[in-house]
């Protein structure tokens, strides 16, 4: 099967060419089919599975085959900053011969620009929930033309309390419409909505809630006061990518990253507090290979996209199954092997069982030898830097000191497996 069974206009099949796309993957088969034929679809898939691509081809379809120019008549909302400016560059990318506009809208940068903009034409509008309302009070926003309504993480957006915002944005579009809701898991308030701004939906499940067959999972114990030793350790033993860490607090993202860079790792960090210029640096910075480790929370590491990360290190274990499903869906992807690497205190021990329950198979643990585990609780910045001492001496691997992206043969990666862990 390849795109061309879709019968796309042909200035979509030159963006699908451009990007190398080949055969469609399971969300993209069950879903474009469905929304080319203007029925309202309700999808469950994870990170990672091709959803953006599902709901933009069909889109920009509509948009080519019928209707006037420079007026918005589809509205995509995303959780976050980052997610919405990956999704409209998916819309560049894929639609870079269409000469349909769109724009990002979101906070945390200068608005006027942004309503400029959007007084020029656009046909689509990706934007966050909260600058949107701000600027339909300003009336600078017009959305009586929306024909397509897209809530793409639906579920993340409710976590983040956004929930209220969009029932705000429903009430502002035509009652006509078709509406796509894409979620990763579809807790009752999430079905709620559902029932509420979907008709007669199709709704599709790709994959299950337990992670990608193509990630390896190993659990690391430790004394809370150790991770980030051992974080540095690992590393160093280690043949990688690109790694993304999470950890649970701001504060903590923040300090971590600082520490590693101490030691000498090419390391950044992303969290809430941080500007949009900020952030815009970071992400880059980890695309592009400058920055070959990323410190981040769960918030703020939504709608990275980064396709050359082999392992995703939980610092901090998260506090649900589902932020485990979405952490390690950074990894694996596209049929590619990756690793999940957790650290786990006795206190997080219950959660690593749960996430056995749904992996249906105990995980690996492992331990470091040469790496004392007995150390002692560090007191201030002094006793972390006599606790680690013996590891900055030695230089981190040359992936992590370079500024540019040096890919490791396959096999000579460290893609370790727990055993009995199946593949596809």
């Known amino acids: 099967m390849s795109f061309k069974q879709f019968n796309l206009h042909p200035q979509i099949e030159v963006g699908i060419q451009s990007l ?10 069950q879903s474009i089919p469905a929304i080319l034929k203007g029925r309202d679809v309700m999808g469950l898939a994870q990170t990672g599975t091709g959803k953006t691509a599902a709901f933009v081809l069909p889109i920009m379809q509509r948009l080519l085959m019928s209707g006037p120019r420079k007026k918005t008549r589809a509205l995509i909302v995303a959780p976050t900053r980052e997610l919405a400016e990956q999704i409209h560059e998916s819309i560049y990318e894929l639609g870079r011969a269409t000469k349909l506009k769109s724009i990002a809208v979101y906070g945390g940068v200068n608005k006027n620009p942004q309503i400029q903009k959007l007084r020029s034409g656009v046909e689509i509008i990706v934007s966050c929930p909260g600058r949107l309302v701000d600027l339909l009070e300003q009336r600078a926003a017009d959305l ?5 309504l897209v809530l793409d993480e639906a579920d993340r957006m409710f976590d983040m309390g956004f929930l209220p915002d969009i029932r705000k944005i429903t009430k502002q579009l035509p009652e ?4 796509l809701l894409f979620s990763a898991t579809m807790p009752s ?8 701004i979907l008709h007669d939906p199709v709704t599709l499940r790709i994959g299950e809630d337990a992670p990608a067959a193509t990630v390896s999972h190993a659990l690391y114990p430790v004394e809370q006061h150790l991770k980030t030793t051992l974080l540095i350790k690992l590393l160093q033993q280690t043949n990688t990518d690109s790694v993304l860490v999470f950890t649970r607090t701001k504060h903590r993202t923040t300090k971590v990253a600082r520490q590693m860079k101490t030691a000498g790792f090419a390391v950044t960090s992303l969290q809430g507090n941080l500007s949009q210029n900020q952030r815009q640096t970071a992400l880059s910075g980890f695309r592009n290979g400058k920055y070959r480790i990323m410190i981040a929370t769960d918030i703020a590491a939504r709608g990275i996209d980064v396709n050359s990360i082999s392992h995703v290190v939980n610092y901090d274990m998260p506090n649900t199954i589902e932020d485990y499903t979405h952490r390690i869906g950074r990894t694996g992807r596209a049929d590619k092997t990756g690793n999940a ?3 786990v205190t006795p206190q997080e021990r219950d959660m690593a069982g749960a996430i056995e329950h749904i992996l249906g198979e105990q995980i690996e643990q492992r331990t470091l030898q040469d790496f004392d585990y007995t150390l002692p609780a560090p007191t201030g910045n002094e006793g972390f830097r006599r606790s680690m001492s013996s590891f900055t001496r030695r230089k981190p691997p040359e992936q992590f000191r370079s500024a540019t992206p040096q890919k490791e043969p396959a096999s000579s990666r460290m893609v370790s497996r727990a055993s009995g862990r199946r593949s596809r």
Do not use: H, N
């Open 341 to 343: 690497f957790s650290f």
């Open 144 to 148: 009586s033309g929306i024909e397509v």
């Open 189 to 196: 308030d999430i079905r709620g909505l559902a029932r509420e």
């Open 176 to 179: 006509k419409r078709q509406t």
């Open 20 to 29: 190398g796309y080949k055969m469609p993957t399971p969300i993209q088969l």
